[in-house]
């Protein structure tokens, strides 16, 4: 990954591996300054965007940071089902059960559209 982003610093789908690599070996520092630079990069594609932005908030789970992450990541890609579900996850367990419930319900309805 670091030869591509020789080449090119800001290839976000590069930036997205390494942040795994960084993930898979317990680095969560680096996989938190990894996930930063793809926010930063420009021309960064919106799926990878929403997946940044929804496992930063993962990473930042209880911080106000947290709601936060999750609806960038609910504005770069509005039926991303992964980022909708940690949303409603986040909004339980602060207790916000009518917003949890409506993410819960549009996870539901959007996964029936897909005969998942």
Known sequence: MQNCLDIDPND??????????????GDTEKEK???EKII???GVANRVLCQAYCNLGILHAGEDKE???FAKSIEKEPDSI?????????????KEWGSAVTIF????????K???
Request: some cysteine; overall charge negative; aromatic content about 4%.
């Open 114 to 116: 897909t005969n998942e």
């Open 33 to 35: 300054e990894t996930l």
């Open 67 to 69: 709601l936060l992450y």
């Open 82 to 94: 992964p980022a909708m579900h940690n949303l409603g996850n986040a909004l339980a367990r602060r």
């Open 12 to 25: 976000g789908d590069a930036l997205d591996t390494l942040s795994h690599c960084y993930s898979n070996l």
């Open 105 to 112: 319900q549009r996870v539901v309805q959007d996964l029936a």
């Open 40 to 42: 930063e990069a420009p």
